[in-house]
């Protein structure tokens, strides 16, 4: 295996890099404080910094090179490290059209909307006209195991009628959310794996109810936010249906693999800043006589973290590079395993730095540690949670 960054990659990350610390870095503060403070609003700034992110050739990266004319021709292995110098800046993402849950919905509807729905919903996606939203996980069964869901979608002539609730709908408070991808069920006496189906719900269809904004650990995460959504007898054109009755969990497989991948890029480098920001704290300050960094347990804490830093770094590098070289459902063991790890290493990293910062660790207005520490645990359970993970990956490894 040869993870070496090629000149197309350095290339970019170079310039990614450059564009961060000119345009993003100097107003991190900024951007935090106003977006606490201004709950549902888009930063004033987002649509001039994504104006020079488009003029930079920043765009659309995570895209794979075989979505044709939609995809600036990247392989997964190559944005790999770019995502993980966007992950950097837990915002960072969106100024380059790269943020979650888009890129899943833009991936499905590449590959299997119609040309009208391209037309109509992918195309503004590609361009960061509007945002979408993800509907999949409901409040009243277990979600993880995706065959339980209970939304109903009804044919009726040449409409589809929706009935159900949803939660945790990542990007649906957003006020620039004009769509939503939907998985319900079409056909409930079919089996278990073609009881499903997936649609597409403009976000101002009639019946259509956004009940609440859900807070994780008591944040908000705006503008995106997580929404409790409530369908109540929803119509929507026959055409809004992806690929075909029964077809929801296969839609779901394809859409989940890179967006778990996407995820695990972006904690490696919420990670490694982390790790980064630990150093330069405990550098700065001084405890008992002498500098944090002379401590024992603080080099150990520092020498485990870019251990699994650069370990998980590695097994995402292989997982992208087996769903490049065999597909997605060829690297489902790769890719089951950074989920399991990336999450769980970030997590680990970020609360050591947190525990070196002092209680300056735990202000999210003073460090983004705290925040990097509640992406990191949330994502432990979103895109399915470690234990379902497990449950595949060990039936996979004994098979």
């Keep these: 295996m040869d993870f070496k960054y090629n000149d197309k990659t350095n290339d970019l990350l170079a310039r990614l890099t450059a564009f961060m610390d000119e345009h993003i870095h100097p107003i991190e503060d900024d951007y935090r404080i106003w977006t606490h403070t201004n709950l549902w609003q888009v930063y004033p700034g987002m649509e001039d910094l994504k104006t020079k992110a488009k003029a930079a050739g920043l765009w659309n990266l995570f895209l794979p090179e075989d979505y044709g004319d939609f995809s600036p021709g990247l392989t997964n292995l190559e944005y790999a490290p770019l995502a993980e110098r966007m992950g950097r800046v837990l915002w960072a993402s969106e100024v380059f059209n790269c943020n979650a849950p888009d890129t899943g919905n833009m991936e499905v509807l590449a590959k299997y909307g119609s040309p009208e729905n391209q037309e109509k919903w992918l195309r503004p996606l590609l361009a960061g006209q509007i945002r979408s939203a993800f509907l999949m996980t409901e409040p009243d069964v277990a979600s993880s195991d995706a065959t339980n869901i209970e939304t109903s979608i009804v044919r009726d002539g040449d409409e589809y009628v929706i009935n159900g609730r949803k939660w945790w709908s990542t990007g649906a408070m957003n006020p620039e959310c004009k769509v939503y991808v939907v998985m319900g069920k079409t056909n409930p006496s079919a089996d278990r794996h073609h009881q499903q189906s997936m649609i ?21 995460d705006s503008p995106f936010g997580h929404a409790e959504i409530k369908l109540t007898n929803v119509r929507v054109p026959v055409g809004n249906l992806l690929l075909g009755e029964g077809r929801g969990f296969e839609i779901a497989q394809g859409r989940l693999g890179p967006g778990r991948i996407h995820h695990c890029m972006r904690l490696i480098g919420a990670a490694q800043r982390s790790l980064e920001l630990m150093c330069e704290r405990v550098k700065s300050r001084t405890a008992f006589g002498r500098p944090l960094s002379k401590f024992s347990s603080i080099r150990q804490d520092i020498a485990r973290s870019a251990c699994e830093i650069e370990q998980a770094r590695l097994l995402t590098l292989s997982a992208a590079d087996r769903i490049d070289q065999d597909g997605i459902k060829h690297a489902k063991e790769l890719v089951a395993m950074i989920k399991i790890v990336a999450p769980t290493m970030a997590a680990t990293v970020v609360d050591r730095a947190i525990q070196a910062h002092g209680g300056m660790g735990v202000s999210s207005a003073d460090t983004p540690l705290a925040d990097f520490w509640i992406y990191a645990r949330t994502v432990r359970l979103a895109d399915g949670p470690d234990e379902v993970h497990m449950f595949q990956l060990g039936r996979l490894v004994m098979g």
């Design 200 to 220: 597409l719900v403009p976000s101002d269809t009639p019946g259509v109810e956004i009940v609440r904004p859900l807070d994780a650990f008591h944040t908000l």
